[in-house]
T-cell receptor, first 115, second 114 residues
Framework: EPEVTQTPSHQVTQMGQEVILRCVPISNHLYFYWYRQILGQKVEFLVSFYNNEISEKSEIFDDQFSVERPDGSNFTLKIRSTKLEDSAMYFC?????????????FGDGTRLSIL | AQKITQTQPGMFVQEKEAVTLDCTYDTSDPSYGLFWYKQPSSGEMIFLIYQGSYDQQNATEGRYSLNFQKARKSANLVISASQLGDSAMYFCAMRASGNTPLVFGKGTRLSVIA
């Protein structure tokens, strides 16, 4: 069964450094999302992406964050200057259609630890 | 705006018994989807089951079923014949019409006891 792939599984970075989290969505999916989950808390939406542009973003997704689809398969989340509070599990998700009855399929996540 | 409430931070169930995980939601959108995801200790998010707001019948998927009560705005997950491998966090989520993000509840930690 096709799946969303995220790399790396765990990233440790010094505060203030840039980090890029990578995702390969399911190949025929057109809608892409990033979510984060701070340890022990609920999953929070960051950004959605369709047709090479951001569809929607949350308050969390400030100027330090950016997303890109550099080629036909990868979808990346960049954090420019990481802060301690960016430590979380980051999930990439994709769906075939942007309608309410389509599930978003999640990757296994990247655990980001900021030191 | 959508809101999901999961009032059970933790639940215990005996192996082979059934368990119900509660979920209530709030939305003003007449068209929406309700989802349940499982998150094992390894951290991945696994899609379990979906219920549409206009679906007449409750969704079922193997040992998972969704007890959808639209008037009460509840979408409880029922797991039948619990197995040790069912021990995990379970998240209820919803999505309004259009390309909108999922809104998650805080989750319920289910522990299956042998």
């Amino acid at each position: 069964e096709p799946e969303v792939t995220q790399t790396p599984s765990h990233q440790v970075t010094q505060m203030g450094q840039e980090v890029i989290l990578r995702c390969v969505p399911i190949s025929n999916h057109l809608y892409f999302y990033w979510y984060r989950q701070i340890l022990g808390q609920k999953v929070e939406f960051l950004v959605s992406f369709y047709n090479n542009e951001i569809s929607e973003k949350s308050e969390i997704f400030d100027d330090q964050f950016s997303v890109e689809r550099p080629d036909g398969s990868n979808f990346t989340l960049k954090i420019r200057s990481t802060k301690l509070e960016d430590s979380a599990m980051y999930f990439c998700a994709s769906s075939s259609e942007g309608v309410s009855n389509q599930p978003q399929h999640f990757g296994d996540g990247t655990r980001l630890s900021i030191l | 705006a959508q809101k999901i409430t999961q009032t059970q931070p933790g639940m215990f169930v005996q192996e082979k018994e059934a368990v119900t995980l509660d979920c209530t939601y709030d939305t003003s959108d007449p068209s929406y989807g309700l989802f349940w995801y499982k998150q094992p200790s390894s951290g991945e998010m696994i899609f379990l089951i979906y219920q549409g707001s206009y679906d007449q019948q409750n969704a079922t998927e193997g040992r998972y079923s969704l007890n959808f009560q639209k008037a009460r705005k509840s979408a409880n997950l029922v797991i039948s014949a619990s197995q040790l491998g069912d021990s995990a966090m379970y998240f209820c989520a919803m999505r309004a019409s259009g390309n909108t993000p999922l809104v998650f509840g805080k989750g319920t930690r289910l522990s299956v006891i042998a």
